[in-house]
């Protein structure tokens, strides 16, 4: 079972007082507005299952997962053991002509973890290079298997596929392409799948949309199959707002992928390790992509990890040729780090021990009925819920959009003790898979007091 729901006291943790930088000029933040942080910063030092720690040690609900990734939660003592170990035992391995024992334990344990015959796993070392990993196998699939012509990428509209040159070429979120020139070029984009008067207020997948899947018909069509190598898409797409996929829509693009020789890639980099309720979305939805992307929950996010899990027939094809010569010529210094193997075997464990993908679909509609209890508060246009995740889209302010959000998030750290997520105006949940129904009920109850007095 996941550990005690109860808030540790801050006193009676016999933490010390973090000692706090006087100079936060040097570090240049990510995905953060800098000058606005540094004059106000929103600092923690110290974090333990469902709660971080500010550094006069008040403790913090983390609604975020940190960024959808602790899934067992924070400084799970296994985990902690097991990297600790590791650390003292084998520090780094080259994986190039090299390898580790337990390299091949955690690729097999991520292979049966995978639907189908997705029994092979290439190591990165986040979600951005584990994108750029399968658009680059894609490619070099189809080279090898002599249709050397299908290079084209199709993305989706208001898709997050990491920050490398090819996740943001085949993702669609404005703000993360718009200041990077022309991007790689041979790509397309399927619609999105949200619209908000057919699908408000939706627990669950939307029954609206299925449809939608039938642009790419349109897209190929336009592009010749012989051109287009893949097809990636998000499951749920999680950091534009998550947008749960509509009923048959994901089923609807195998299809067409099948019908003329397309792969389609699963970005499962959110919805991977329980998030939806099952190791990964592919299997939520009975659907077989011909790869999965993954990283963030594959180690609880204790040790930056990544990879790509691809289907037989695709390897395969690689293991031709004379065997002394490389066959995919592609990999990082850091793959397979053996810190990041020994946290996702204790991680898995951790997974498997206490059944949280079990624990999320037991809480799936407890979660549902109170978030979307928060429904008629002020400037809520809607609510979306899925697994343990939910997005709530507030109005936006004529003259500064994304504000109110942004308040939102500043406001629950400093005033109700928890932490959110935005993007635009949208608050996104996702907590640790240990979440218990008491403390969905606390989420719950700080959001409308939050709501009820937001500007």
Known sequence: MPPSAAAPSPAGSLAPQAEIPNDLEAFWMPFTPNRSFKKN????????????????????????????????GH????????????????????AFQFGHPKAFSVASRIAALAPGDLDHVFFANSGSEAVDTALKIAIAYN?????????????RERGYHGVGFGGISVGGIVSNRKQFGTLLAGVDHLPHTYNRQEQAFTKGEPDWGAHLADELERIVTLHDASTVAAVIVEPMAGSTGVLPPPKGYLQRLRAICDRHGILLIFDEVISGFGRLGFGFAAERYGVVPDMICFAKGVTSGTVPMGGVVVRKPIYDAFMRGPEHVIELFHGYTYSAHPLACAASLAALDVYRDEDLFGHVLRMEPVWAEA??????????????TVGLVAAIDLASRPDAVGARAYEAMDRCFREHDLMVRI?????????????????????????????????
């Open 41 to 72: 910063p929103r600092m923690i030092t110290r974090a333990k299952d469902m709660f971080y720690f500010t550094p006069e040690g008040r403790a913090v609900m983390d609604g975020t997962a940190g960024l959808w990734c602790t899934n067992a």
């Open 75 to 94: 400084n799970r003592e296994p985990i902690v053991a097991a990297i600790q170990a590791q650390a003292a035992e084998l520090d780094y391995a080259p």
């Open 143 to 155: 080279n090898v298997r002599g249709q050397g012509t299908r290079t084209r990428l199709i993305g």
């Open 371 to 384: 978030i979307h209890a928060l429904r008629d508060l002020p400037n809520v246009l809607d609510i979306r």
């Open 423 to 455: 993007t635009g105006d949208t608050i996104a949940l996702t907590p640790p898979l240990i979440i218990s129904e008491t403390q969905i009920g606390d989420i719950a109850d700080k959001l409308k007091r939050l709501l009820t007095t937001l500007h």
